[in-house]
């Protein structure tokens, strides 16, 4: 139960992450990889924002605007200058990490004792410490999520989800599939910034390594919560997405305490992750093969 | 005149090799024309509509649709003036949205903001264009347009195509992947929503009996070039026996359009 709020503080924070790989994985069916980058980039944009005595909601709001910069510049370069999707996420999260190093002048910068969003918002409502940051984050991120159920049921909303599906039809209806997929990935990195934004304030330190992994950990979440739902329509499907990412982190803080017993040590939870996912893929050929179908 | 091609030239390259698709064509459609559009396998006619559509750029040549040169805009900026339906089925819709999702989509054509794609008022419009096709469609509005069947998916993408009143009309062999009762319906229903709202429309078949049945104008294509157009008046005193005999006396001597001209339908080889 001591691993109870923690999971789903860990969850919704990480969510936001999670919800933007949800948008390019699923929506725009972009494998979109500079999420390595940005994420680390929201944290460092935030850290040194908030160290030289920024507003830490501002820094965190700054840092989402520069994710979505970064997305915007893979979903430039893979549609305006035809590289391949992976290669562009690929390019775009290696600048980043030059970047990132830039922008915080040294690796780690550590933020303890300094002013967070989250823990700001919860003193200003008066809420005790111990889950007051489960309702912040609570109201925060399912307000995100249901702005962004809204966006995807509107007009420019329903062109971006038809982009994903049928690039070919949404140009025969007037959309221009590129701008629908540079729109999406900066909308996605915007999302992944932020959680970065909000993690660096969270964990207490921002780190030029912290992003490593992430589009896995994304991933992970995305398709438990899909396996466990079976969502149809973008309203359960976010559901979904937060769902998984709750339980991703559950199993990872599982994992920390308890993992020694078996000889698991932090360092190898980047190796089980990537098997979580592995085993999730290769589930339906595996599934098919005993049915004794042609994989 | 609603549709004006000049001097198209379009060759691809592939490697060294060069492949001439379109030599020098030139086309003028005016306003309610309905032209059929035949020719061998390669022959350029699927190039010509998506020179037409912005697909796919000219070497040479100017297209001008309603007086404007257009020959530079992008497909999506052309896309108002013109619907478009392809041969496969899976092409004109999205597969994971809904019927009504799709058919909005394709009502709000080139404007787009942030209201709501589905309201209840667009929704019972939506369900009252379906009804006239028969196919008991408008009652399944929320359904995902991936489970329909390949005859119901291309008549949605008929009616999507005509939705927005184009100027154009541009059909690209579309009932070709259909077995012959859906064929006949989609093309039923492409008649239909041609005739009422009377759109310019280029459509390519294989079929020569449908080319000469169907239409006001007949085109025939032979590498890269339009080597035979027919007016109304004159396609109406053509068998299909006297149209194979034209095309043998201009050097056509291709198989499938030959065979296609028996009156089979071939829907087989029909695939490119
Ligand atoms: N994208 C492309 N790249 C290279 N060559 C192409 C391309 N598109 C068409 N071609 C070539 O151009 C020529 C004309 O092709 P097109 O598809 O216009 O023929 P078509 O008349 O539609 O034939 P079909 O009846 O088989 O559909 C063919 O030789 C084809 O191989
Ligand atoms: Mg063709």
Redesign the pocket.
């Known amino acids: 139960m001591t691993l109870f709020l923690p999971a789903v503080e860990q969850g919704l924070i990480y969510g936001l992450m999670a919800l933007g790989v949800y948008i390019s994985f699923r929506v725009l069916a972009f494998p979109d990889l500079s999420v390595d980058g940005t994420f680390p980039l929201g944290a460092a944009v935030a850290a040194t924002l908030i160290i030289a005595g920024w507003d830490p909601f501002l820094a965190s709001l700054v840092a989402a605007g520069a994710g979505m910069v970064a997305g915007a510049f893979t979903g430039i370069l893979s549609t305006k200058f035809r590289i391949q999707g992976l290669l562009a996420g690929v390019l775009t999260m290696i600048m980043l990490y030059s970047i990132n190093l830039r922008i915080m002048g040294r690796p780690n910068l550590p933020l303890l004792g300094r002013p967070s969003a989250l823990s700001t918002a919860v003193e200003a409502l008066g809420l005790p410490y111990t889950w007051g940051l489960v309702v912040v984050a609570a109201i925060l991120v399912l307000g995100i999520k249901l702005i962004l159920d809204l966006f995807f049921h509107t007009e420019i909303g329903s062109a971006m989800r038809a982009t994903g599906d049928n690039p070919h039809m949404v140009q025969a209806f007037g959309v221009n599939p590129e701008t629908m997929v540079i729109l999406g990935l900066a909308l996605a990195n915007g999302l992944v910034a932020l959680s970065g934004a909000l993690v660096a304030q969270y964990s207490g330190f921002a780190d030029v390594g912290m992003g490593v992994g992430t589009i896995v950990a994304g991933l992970a979440s995305v398709i438990v919560g899909e396996m466990l739902l079976r969502p149809r329509g973008v309203f359960w499907a976010t559901v979904a997405v937060l769902l998984g990412s709750s339980l991703y982190r559950g199993a990872i803080l599982v994992a920390l305490r308890y993992g020694s017993v078996l000889g698991f040590t932090a360092s190898d939870l980047k190796l089980l992750t990537a098997l979580v996912v592995l085993g999730a893929l290769m589930a339906p050929a595996i599934r098919a093969r005993l049915r004794g179908e042609e994989a | 005149m609603i549709l004006e091609l000049s001097g198209i030239w ?1 060759v ?3 490697g060294t090799e060069a ?4 030599c020098g064509v030139d086309l003028a459609l005016e306003e309610g024309e309905f032209v059929t559009v035949i ?12 020179v037409i559509a912005g697909t ?1 750029r000219p070497n040479r040549g100017r297209v001008r649709i309603g007086g404007k040169d257009v020959t530079k805009w992008p497909a999506h900026r052309r896309a108002r003036w013109i619907g478009r339906v392809f ?1 496969d089925p899976l092409r004109g819709t999205a597969a994971h949205m809904t019927l009504a999702e799709n058919l909005a989509l394709a009502l709000k054509k080139g404007r787009r903001g942030f209201s709501l794609l589905l309201t209840p008022a667009r929704k019972r419009y939506l369900r009252k264009l379906l009804e006239p096709l028969g196919m008991e469609l408008e009652r399944r509005l929320g359904e995902r347009v991936g489970h329909l069947s390949g005859g119901e998916r291309q008549a949605v993408t008929v009616l999507m195509a005509t939705l927005a009143r184009p100027k154009l009309l541009l059909l ?2 579309h009932t070709a992947a259909l077995d012959p009762a859906n064929a006949e319906k989609v093309l039923e229903i492409t008649e239909r929503l041609v005739g009422e709202a009377r759109i310019t429309t280029l459509m ?1 078949t ?1 079929r020569m009996d449908q080319a000469l049945s169907l239409g006001n104008r007949l085109i025939m ?1 032979h590498k ?1 070039k339009i080597r035979l157009d027919l007016s109304a008046e004159e396609k109406e005193r053509l068998s299909v026996a006297d149209l194979v005999d034209l095309f043998r006396r201009l050097g056509v001597t291709d198989d ?1 359009l030959l065979l296609a001209g028996n009156g089979t339908n071939n829907a087989g080889d ?1 695939y ?1």
Request: with cysteine.
């Open positions: 379009k691809f390259r592939l492949v001439e698709a379109l020719g061998s396998n390669g022959a350029g006619k699927s190039t010509l509509l998506n796919c041969q690209d062999e390519v294989h294509m890269g499938a029909a490119s």
